[in-house]
């Protein structure tokens, strides 16, 4: 495993390590091997190594260094800043800006569905049914991690970044983290990301609780590795409501 000294080593730094709740580990700090300030991300994941360096280099100009071999990102130590309230008018900025994503990258991988139709009985019996319907709908490169944190401006332009969960599905399975965790499922802030977004084809209820159900167990396998119970009550409020559908569906 790569040490903070390694890396000063490495890149002729003086990084400081950023403490967040996460498997990865990340640095910030002055370089003179790239003569600027770098920010350093070590990933415990191949897959999400990938997914970030691809998408990073396709998307931006950030990237500095890859290493495959030590799961290793450099990129360029940018001066973003957090957004401030969530209001319609922002909430309709981050849809145009993930918009933005969905054409001009190649993903790194695919995402096959099948294994999560397994996830509940109720599901499994209609497993035809969400597969024909999904289907028809068009797949798209998803960012993989859509929420308030990963938006941010960068001189006055607002931007979405971290991209190590990037991969090819269905564009409505990024916005159920975003709904509940970061708009709370406020009507007029979803209308008004939808409408900055543009148009798209709606999914059907079933398939749509069918993601709802999956990104609930993501959330669930999370917080078991590292404790976090508000974004606990997030994923019990998304087995809340899928719930009630498959109660109102069986009335």
């Not at 939808?194 to 396998?221: E, F, H, N, R």
Request: with cysteine; aromatic share 12%; proline share 4%.
């Amino acid at each position: 495993m790569l040490t903070n000294t390694d890396l000063n080593h490495r890149f002729a730094a003086q990084l400081i390590a950023i403490p967040h709740q996460s498997l990865n580990r990340a640095f910030v700090g002055p370089s003179d091997h790239f003569e600027q300030s770098i920010f350093v991300k070590v990933f415990a994941s191949q897959a999400k190594w990938r997914a970030e360096t691809s998408m990073t280099a396709q998307l931006t100009d950030w990237l500095l260094d890859a290493d495959e071999q030590t799961l290793l990102l450099v990129r360029q130590d940018l001066p973003f800043s957090a957004i401030g309230e969530m209001t319609s008018e922002l909430a309709f900025a981050m849809g145009r800006v993930f918009d933005g994503i969905k054409t001009p990258v190649q993903p790194s991988n695919r995402q096959d569905f099948s294994a999560g139709a397994e996830i509940g009985t109720w599901f499994a019996d209609r497993q035809a049914e969400i597969t024909a319907q999904l289907a028809a709908m068009p797949l798209v490169v998803r960012h993989g991690d859509v929420g308030r944190r990963n938006y941010v401006f960068l001189h006055g332009q607002l931007t979405l970044i971290d991209y190590e969960r990037a991969q090819l599905g269905w564009v409505q399975q990024d916005w159920i983290k975003l709904f509940y965790q970061d708009f709370h499922s406020d009507a007029d802030l979803i209308q008004a990301f939808t409408d900055g977004y543009g148009k798209i084809s709606m999914m059907p209820q079933l398939s749509w609780y069918y993601c709802v159900y999956g990104t609930a167990l993501g959330i669930l396998a999370y917080v078991h590795k590292v404790p976090d119970p508000e974004f606990l009550a997030v994923g019990q409020r998304m087995l809340h409501d899928v719930n009630d559908y498959i109660q109102q569906s069986e009335d």
